[in-house]
């Protein structure tokens, strides 16, 4: 019997650029863009199947062998340190984790500084590096409305465009590293299927070099 690989997607715009790339490495599944509401898609003569997750998710899936493979970003890799191994920056999904805020803003070393993210691991390091004492504040998306609102004083966020800053009065104050999607794999389907996995990345390694 066949091999199959196992692969998260991120649904989105990122998932589909992705999944083009592995299409041209002889990995297809035409019907996977049909925009019906399907989750999981099978290609059984070119040994693959395909799933439709949240983006963040992803990490969850391929740690705990649920799929083979999966497309995460770097930013989801640094949160939360998922046990997979990161085999091929894909040099899509590019952006930046940064620190933003007001654009006149200036930290006063006598407060605590009030950051507000959907990163928490990424921001405490980062502040934690400069040992500056900060208040924490978890919140799940339409971060920039923090400072706006006065809940914080700064960001820890990702800046792709930068037009969310812009269109609200905020700005980049700093920037913590550069994000690109990675292609991840689970320890144990290393193992068992290494050769197929293999074989995939080094087609889609030749796909990706040269688009790049
Ligand atoms: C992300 C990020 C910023 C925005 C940056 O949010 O959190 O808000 O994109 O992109 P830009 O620099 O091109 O404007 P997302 O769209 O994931 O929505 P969210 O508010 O739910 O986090």
């Avoid at 070119?46 to 391929?62: C, N, Q």
């Avoid at 062998?65 to 340190?81: C, P, Q, V």
């Avoid at 920056?89 to 984790?97: E, I, T």
Wanted: include cysteine; proline fraction near 4%.
């Amino acid at each position: 019997m066949k091999t199959m690989l196992n692969i998260a997607l991120p649904k989105g715009r990122l998932g589909k650029k992705v999944y083009g790339a592995l299409a041209k490495a002889g990995y297809p599944c035409p019907d996977l863009l049909e925009g019906n509401r399907k989750l999981t898609f099978e290609n059984e003569a070119a040994g693959v199947r395909y799933f439709w997750v949240k983006p963040s998710d992803v990490a969850v899936y391929v740690e705990r062998g649920a799929t083979d493979l999966g497309i995460a970003g770097s930013d989801i890799l640094m949160e939360y340190r998922p046990d997979v191994y990161e085999l091929l920056d894909l040099r899509m999904g590019r952006c930046r984790m940064c620190v933003a805020g007001p654009k006149d803003f200036e930290d006063d070393h006598t407060h605590t500084l009030r950051v507000a993210t959907k990163f928490p691991a990424i921001a405490r390091s980062y502040y934690n590096a400069r040992s500056r004492e900060i208040d924490l504040i978890h919140l799940n998306g339409s971060i920039e409305l923090a400072p706006i609102l006065g809940l914080s004083d700064v960001i820890v966020d990702i800046v792709e465009t930068g037009k969310t800053l812009r269109e609200n009065g905020l700005a980049v104050l700093d920037e913590i590293v550069p994000i690109s999607a990675r292609l991840i794999v689970n320890k144990s389907s290393d193992k068992f299927k290494g050769a197929q996995i293999r074989r995939l990345i080094e087609q889609v390694r030749e796909v990706v070099d040269h688009e790049d």
